[in-house]
């Protein structure tokens, strides 16, 4: 092969290895604050882009934990198809079903041990998944399954941040369980973080 021969296979095995979407740093953040109004705090509101250009692989395996006697994350957003791992860190055995959507009962273990679902079988989302324990009827978590990575939970105080969304224009919603709020539009430029504010009232 010839020094310029060699240089081709390489740029052609860099673009072919190159990353489908947006090119590295050509996105930008969604920000801002959620103020859930009659509640104490405004955390797990989840922020999201309803629909992005494209189809999206499943995420890496979260792991949702059944400790002191709650789910925790209490809410917890996946990208369809990701797998969830239920896990039990109680000295005593706890149950999971949901009586949403397809509906599951993954059955009763003990501390320690663990099963998997994934979650793939959501036609339009967002699909909501309320997970229970027959052991412990207080016991409630969350899981949404979205059609794109790009969403984020909010903390105590409300705030959210969404990393890297490629450029575009989209549409922002967001879920609580117990308030609700219009979906609003925006549109990211390319290294230019924009700011969504909501407010939810029930
Ligand atoms: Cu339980």
């Known amino acids: 092969m010839t020094r310029h021969s060699i240089l081709f296979v390489v740029i052609a095995a860099a673009i072919l290895v190159a990353p489908v979407g947006p090119l590295n740093g050509a996105g930008a953040s969604i920000a801002g604050t959620v103020k859930v109004t009659g ?4 955390a797990d509101v989840v922020v ?4 992005a250009p494209g189809t999206f692989p499943p995420g890496k395996p979260v ?10 994350p209490h809410v917890l957003p996946v990208v369809a198809g990701t797998a ?11 149950n999971v079903f949901s009586p949403d959507n397809e509906k599951y009962n993954l059955g009763t273990w003990p501390q320690g041990q663990s ?4 979650f793939n079988k959501c036609a339009k989302p967002p699909c909501v998944y309320t997970q229970l324990c027959k052991v412990h009827p207080e ?15 909010t903390d105590k105080a409300g705030h959210y941040e969404i990393a890297n969304v490629p450029p575009g224009n989209y549409t922002l919603a967001v ?16 290294a230019k973080p924009a700011t969504v504010d909501f407010v939810l009232a029930r």
């Open 39 to 42: 509640l104490a705090t405004s």
């Open 48 to 51: 999201y882009v309803q629909e």
């Open 63 to 72: 792991v949702m934990d059944q400790k002191s006697m709650q789910f925790i």
């Open 84 to 94: 969830v791992k239920f896990v039990n860190s109680d000295p005593t055995p706890h």
């Open 115 to 118: 099963k998997d679902y994934t």
């Open 139 to 153: 016991m409630e978590g969350y899981i949404v399954v979205l059609q794109n990575p790009y969403f984020a939970v």
């Open 175 to 190: 879920w609580h369980t117990r308030t609700k709020a219009q979906p609003k539009p925006v549109t990211v430029e390319a």
